[in-house]
């Protein structure tokens, strides 16, 4: 007998072509079972670089970019105001408004119109707030990035007792900023 008639002999027997035809069909089934979890796999790591990319250019302000692709931050280099305590104004609030922003609340502030600096022009703002975190980093990169240009001279954290084991609450910061004004004569 040759090969081909055993096979023909060995098909045509219905409960064995049913057993040979549902391991063929089962075999197929988890052919596709495993590619349709490999590309969910992969999938779900698309979306986690994608959330990762999001999260990494959300922390660049596009709002202070001049024209498409370019990386300066538009406005005045200098903080506006025609006079000194105008200008310590629109740094209190735009420090302000960067921790509130963010989920954080001022308790205090206090502008320094007289400081070790001031005769170069520089105006200084000593605000202490609270804010979790996250929002802190991306506070200290909102300040710094964008225009005008501010400088943190100091930071003072103080975390709740509990921080170091569950790393949640919200940290006591102590922010000293510092701007350039130029008197516009």
């Given at each position: 007998m040759?090969?081909?008639?055993?096979?023909?002999?060995?098909?045509?027997?219905?409960?064995?072509?049913?057993?040979?035809?549902?391991?063929?069909?089962?075999?197929?089934a988890?052919v596709v079972?495993?590619?349709?979890?490999?590309?969910?796999?992969?999938?779900?790591?698309v979306?986690?670089?994608?959330?990762?990319?999001?999260?990494?250019?959300?922390r660049?302000p596009?709002?202070?970019?001049?024209?498409?692709?370019?990386?300066?931050?538009?406005?005045?280099?200098?903080l506006?105001?025609?006079?000194?305590?105008?200008?310590g104004?629109?740094?209190?609030?735009r420090?302000?408004?960067?921790v509130?922003?963010?989920?954080?609340?001022?308790?205090?502030?206090?502008?320094?119109?007289?400081?070790?600096?001031?005769?170069?022009?520089?105006?200084?703002?000593?605000?202490?707030?609270?804010?979790?975190?996250?929002?802190?980093?991306?506070?200290?990169?909102?300040?710094?990035?964008g225009?005008?240009?501010?400088?943190i001279?100091?930071?003072v954290l103080?975390?709740?007792?509990?921080f170091?084991?569950?790393?949640?609450?919200?940290l006591?910061?102590?922010l000293?900023?510092?701007?350039?004004?130029?008197?516009?004569?």
């Amino acid at each position: 007998m040759n090969q081909s008639a055993t096979l023909r002999k060995f098909v045509s027997q219905p409960l064995v072509a049913a057993a040979l035809y549902a391991a063929v069909v089962s075999a197929l089934a988890f052919v596709v079972a495993s590619c349709v979890s490999d590309i969910m796999s992969q999938h779900a790591d698309v979306a986690a670089s994608a959330a990762m990319l999001e999260q990494l250019e959300g922390r660049r302000p596009l709002a202070h970019s001049r024209e498409p692709g370019s990386g300066a931050p538009a406005g005045a280099p200098f903080l506006e105001g025609t006079t000194v305590t105008v200008a310590g104004a629109v740094l209190l609030q735009r420090v302000s408004a960067a921790v509130t922003k963010l989920g954080g609340n001022v308790l205090s502030s206090q502008v320094e119109l007289q400081g070790s600096q001031s005769k170069a022009g520089f105006l200084s703002i000593i605000a202490s707030c609270e804010i979790d975190q996250p929002g802190l980093q991306r506070l200290l990169y909102d300040i710094e990035a964008g225009m005008p240009y501010l400088f943190i001279d100091q930071l003072v954290l103080q975390s709740p007792p509990n921080f170091a084991a569950s790393g949640e609450g919200r940290l006591r910061v102590l922010l000293t900023v510092s701007g350039q004004w130029q008197n516009p004569k």
